[in-house]
DNA sequence: TATGAATGAGCGTTCATTCAT
DNA sequence: GATGAATGAACGCTCATTCAT
């Protein structure tokens, strides 16, 4: 097969996946992660369920598949803003601002991402569920300020948990509710809790 | 059927539904949320899986029932320590902690309440999740700090939200790893992140 | 459950293990060892697919009691001649006649028994192959034989593998082409041939 | 279409044919008639599955081509012998031999033709089985004998039978616990029997 | 002619629910 | 009311076959 083949079967294959994607998250939406079949996931997507399998080699694999390109944008941005210039603060505020922005559109993919504990057991044979990873970064911002002074030496673990939780906690309401709240507003209203403390300023 | 027989009926029934209901947090210790089949609840009840549906109409019913008992004593505490005569503080120390010990002993049931797609669905019709009270409680809390002016005057709503989520989150690590925190320090923690917070007393 | 009510049931479930056993003997005779699917077996016997899960575990367990029930009254035979105060030939001849009078009924489920690759493999983890199991015991019958005299003192493992495989292909040939041979003609020359060998008697 | 581009045609199709029946094979050894799927035929040869459908009608048919090919040369040795100026005794055992030899280099392929249910179907529309040729040449070398005086003049179809049972349950034997019994010793032991039979020599 | 993605019937298995006893 | 066998739709997955390119 020529080089220009090769390419383009490539790009097919690509835009299948990407296809099957787009009807996985469909139907996650639609029927949350409990509902997400793979006859499901082939009917959204319109083709024969054995099709998938042409793409991915288990249900499995399509979950991970939905977990990275989910992941993936948020992971990068993350990456940015760790090796940005900023003081810690500002680099946790973008990331949250973020991660609302970007779970915002999907309450099912979420769910799917972050609490369901089906991924949770198929990701942690090769990947990390999404939780664990977002601790780990939040931890080295925490780290950041300590270094810079900015924040006090707490536990970074213990920290960036709760940190998390708030966040995770904060999408979820929104997005069970289907609130109208600003992801800068929710950002801001996040770091200044946690960095102020709900005692008032002496 | 006079009234004594009717009361000894409830009497029967009440006691036949905590049966399955103690039938059904064991199989979800020993089998998790996925585990749970009526089969094995009915097994585990020492019942015939027949005899559950004259308790409850339908597996969702089920699930409901046991959310609904497992919350219970949470919510009585809740209560209980609202009603108690103490500082915003150390009521929202007092919760933490027991929520952190009533359920550091059993995490099938924890990821049950308020992690699983399944029960999730179930809830949002009835009373949408667990979490929601738990929210609500908490706005108390901050609402009495605030107007005992021990606490700046924030968005409460948030507040709770973001609180709420750093203990389930804080939870849900420790259950996931079998971390060896003890609840005293966990609570000890999260209160002092959040009056706190982050920035170094000047 | 009274002894009586207990005693019932095991009835009734033996029962039902029986009619299952001979839809899976016709689906066996009909559509061969391939053919035998739980869809089919279920069909054949009038039940629910799901049926048959209430009286086999698994499909693995249902060819194992197939191969059993089929077996059983062969291997007790055989136990009981291997008892008899008869010289080693008289032996063989009566087990030969027997083996092909059991399985002259029915074709399908003798290939099954001996010849089925799956089967085997099922079969080896609990039982042994029907094969295995009558050359263990033939070659009984040539040690006695050797031990009376009777017999040359020729490699008895060899010699039962022999013997049995030429049962085996005498019996396969006559179902194959549905033959009109009677057991008796066909075992007696068997041990014709097997003792007397080819050559003239001189 | 000249007739040499015909002949050209013609061969190639042969060659592809080959190839495709030596990946079969290939297939066959490394996961049995199980695993005789026809993506990993075509994997093997090299070739896009849909193209096996140019040679090959059907799965059917591709077995039923396997089935001959692996025949053929066993075939071609025994019209040889059976035309050689040997006694019958001789003849009998160089075939026994051949076959033995033939057959102990690949347990796959063997169980394939003679046991695998699937196999079996197909060619009893055609040609009823591989059996029934060495049956039947066998079948001349025991009436060669006969005529000679060497063999006793027994039933010569029942005693191919036996002689073809025999045989094939030795090579099995062998094939299934990886024995290690050379060809020449097992044809010698097989002869011996069915010459000189079980009782000792007067 | 060669390709390999698409197909869809079929597989063994599970489980919430029903209903005759 | 209690029972538990029967049910059948649904699940993830396989694979012989087809067909547009």
Redesign the interface.
Known sequence: MSRLAKRRKELVVSMMKDGIYEAAVRVLTER???GLTMDRVAESAGVAKGSLYNYFRSKCELLQFIHEKTIEPARDFLAEVRAAPLPAAEKLQAVVRMWLEHFATNRGIF??LF????TREVMEDCKRSG?LEG?EQLRAF?EQ?IAE????P??TQ??A??????????M??QL?FNLDRPAEE?AA??L???????????
């Open positions: 949350g992660a409990e769910d799917f609490n369901d504990p089906r939780r601790i925490f300020g002074g900015a924040f006090r707490i536990d213990r920290t948990e709760m940190f998390l939780g708030a966040v995770i906690l904060t979820e309401q069970m929710s209203a996040l200044d809790l946690f960095l102020n403390g709900l005692k008032p300023q002496t």
